[in-house]
């Protein structure tokens, strides 16, 4: 795919918050909080980051692969996948449908083009995503594996047994993006459960971290990526901790846990588009 | 079904008897069996050689073990393979979440820990990222079941038949001896999809061919009856076979059905047979809630539904104790499949 300039990936962040919130609404269902804070994230991996087949390949073979960890990013993910090609974009009109092959969470099930595992209980992509780059080790596949979790996933004990794993065996071919939104579904993840340092945590389960302190600025959120890939190779995983706002991109849905999980109703909707432009045609 | 049971877990200092062990295994020698044997071996030495005869066969095959590579058996192949072997500490969720990626990326992963800490452990990872995603993982389970032994309830698992079987796409294999277990072990590395199999710590008698070939899904008749059938699977074939020659001296004729599949099951194998002998008997080491007993009964009440007898785990749990007074406590012995075709017979 032939890289775009900063001002055309800007275009596709504000379509994919479209597209987000446009499919939650029509289901009355689903998460837009954290896909709208993950936005820059998503564009910035599949449309300048990641070398990757869109002629899907459930194996993956000498490209680079993405999990999506936190499950409930799903209409975000979707979005994304299909603004690039591994599906027509008018399927997105069907996320949350009976039928649909766009599952309220990723599964490979219905074998949409892009999804190499179910996710939704949270926990478990980190694991998924070292076993896969355990495999490219094996296979001397140079290509790398990206992982995104959410911050109050980090309360799942398993994360940490794979963190574990991935310094005990050099993982040096991961990635793992921490959504640092600070929110949950109950309240800030402080209150809930505090993540405390997750820099010093990360690093003392022996990973290579990484800040990207401003993570909607897609700018930012590039160099921060390049940052990890140029951290690969050296014999350890590597942890970016993205900065993001839930919510981000729509006034009065920025920056708390409220919009974790409720749709927007039609007048929300309204007032919501009219701050993101449609630059690529609605689905 | 509860009244048959004498030994209810709340009671059992009252029913503590001492067993006369060395004499019930003379009985069974004396008889006129149709299987016999020369040698005893746990089963899981039966995966461990059939996982690295399976690894030999195929590149692809790896390994993954949390911290239990010797009672698995699994150290021939960490030592021949050791770049294909991943020692993932204590943390069976991260194995079994490791081993559906490894999957996804084109290897053949058996990711072996005790059967507890194989299923009701990791029940979710299971359910998410290996059956609903349909990925080629083994699932390597041991110590199974009370024959365990010493270490007691908290290791014997009797309810992980159960679990997986209710998983969608999820191949639960139980095979009855060394041999067998190192045949299926075998089977399911050519076998794409994911697979429960599970295997036992016990020495235990060989009874079935070396160099078996293993038909996953295909029920094995092991001997011919007419008047019960006794559908058995793990360690309790042997028991079955053992009923079979009892209860033959007595002038009953027992067909012996050696389940080692209990999904997908032999329905067809199932239903035949009982066609014939018009009533049955399940056994297995496992709880009779969600075991192989309700898998049979659930085919036969809408096909057939003749009168079957349960041999299993009456909704307890186990304790410490050797295997052989462990299945005679809970009623899982060739006795009390005795018992049960008897029971079974009476219904007609
Ligand atoms: C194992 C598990 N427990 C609970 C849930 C329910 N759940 C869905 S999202 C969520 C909050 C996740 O928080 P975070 O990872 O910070 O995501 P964000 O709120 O930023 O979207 C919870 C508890 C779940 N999906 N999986």
């Keep these: ?283 | 079904m509860t009244s048959n049971w004498p030994l209810p877990w709340n009671n059992w200092k009252k029913h503590l008897a001492i067993i006369d062990l060395s004499i019930a295994k003379d009985k069974k020698m004396s008889l006129d069996l149709k299987y016999t044997y020369t040698e005893k071996k746990d089963t899981r030495s039966g995966f461990g050689d059939g996982f690295l005869e399976a690894g030999r066969r195929n590149p692809n095959v790896v390994g993954l073990c949390a911290d239990l590579i010797g009672s698995l058996k699994m150290g021939d192949f960490q030592k021949e393979f050791p770049e294909r072997f991943f020692q993932t500490g204590i943390a069976e969720a991260n194995m079994i979440g490791l081993a559906a990626g490894m999957a996804l990326g084109g290897k053949i992963p058996f990711a072996g820990t005790f059967a507890n800490f194989a299923t009701g452990r990791v029940y979710d990872q299971i359910r998410q990222s290996v059956a609903y995603s349909d990925k080629n993982v083994k699932i390597c389970a041991s110590h199974a079941g009370l024959t365990l032994g010493e270490d007691g309830a908290t290791h014997q698992i009797l309810e992980d038949l159960g679990m997986m079987k209710m998983l969608p796409h999820m191949t639960v294999i139980n095979p009855c001896d060394y041999n067998q277990t190192k045949a299926a072990t075998i089977a399911i590395a050519e076998y794409e999809g994911p697979v429960y199999l599970r295997f036992g710590r016990p020495s235990w008698p060989i009874f079935t061919p070396t160099n078996q070939k293993f038909e996953i899904g295909k029920a094995w008749k092991m001997i011919d009856g007419k008047d019960v059938t006794i559908f058995a699977t793990g360690h309790l074939v042997w028991e079955a076979v053992v009923a079979e020659a009892m209860l033959r001296e007595e002038g009953i004729h027992a067909e012996v059905i050696n389940i080692h599949t209990i999904k997908p099951l032999d329905t067809e194998a199932i239903l035949e047979s009982v066609k014939k002998t018009g009533c049955a008997v399940s056994a297995e080491e496992h709880q009779l809630n969600g075991g192989l007993g309700d898998s049979i009964a659930q085919t036969l009440i809408r096909h057939n539904p003749a009168p079957l007898e349960y041999v299993g785990v009456n909704d307890s749990f186990g304790e410490s104790g050797t295997p052989t007074q462990l299945l005679e406590k809970y009623g899982l012995n060739a006795e009390n499949i005795v018992k049960a075709a008897k029971r079974a017979l009476a219904r007609k």
């Excluded at chain 1, 099930?109 to 094996?138: C, D, F």
């Excluded at chain 1, 340092?197 to 389960?205: G, P, R, S, V």
């Design chain 1, 1 to 283: 795919m032939k890289k775009q300039s900063l001002p055309e990936l800007q275009k596709i962040c504000s379509q994919l918050r479209r597209d987000v919130l446009r499919m939650v609404h029509a289901v009355q269902s689903g998460h837009p909080g954290a896909p709208l804070g993950c936005a820059e994230f998503f564009v910035a991996l599949y449309f300048d980051q990641l070398h990757h087949n869109p002629n899907f390949q459930m194996n993956g073979k000498g490209e680079d692969l993405f999990f999506l960890s936190n499950g409930h990013l799903s209409a975000g993910w979707y979005s994304v996948l299909a603004r690039s090609g591994y599906f027509p974009v008018a399927e997105l009109k069907t996320f949350r449908k009976l039928n649909s092959r766009l599952q309220g969470h990723p599964a490979t099930h219905e074998h949409l083009p892009g999804i190499r595992i179910a996710s939704g209980s949270l926990g478990q992509g980190l694991s998924v995503a070292i076993g896969t780059a355990q495999a490219k080790k094996l296979d001397q596949d140079k290509s790398l594996v990206y992982v995104l979790m959410g911050d109050g996933e980090l309360q799942e004990g398993q994360v940490w047994e794979a963190a574990m794993y991935a310094a005990h065996y050099g993982m040096d071919n991961v990635i793992a993006t921490v959504d640092y939104n600070g929110q949950q579904i109950d309240g800030p993840t402080e209150k809930i459960m505090d993540l405390m340092n997750l820099k010093a945590k990360w690093e003392a389960f022996g990973w290579e971290v990484i800040e990207t302190k401003e993570g909607n600025d897609l700018a930012a959120v590039i160099a921060g990526l390049e940052k990890a890939k140029s951290l690969t190779g050296k014999g350890k995983p590597i942890l970016n901790l993205l900065y993001t706002e839930m919510g981000y991109g729509v006034d009065f849905m920025v920056g708390t846990h409220k919009w974790h999980g409720s749709p927007p109703n039609d007048e929300q909707l309204a007032l919501a588009l009219e701050q993101l432009e449609e630059t690529l045609g609605d689905y």
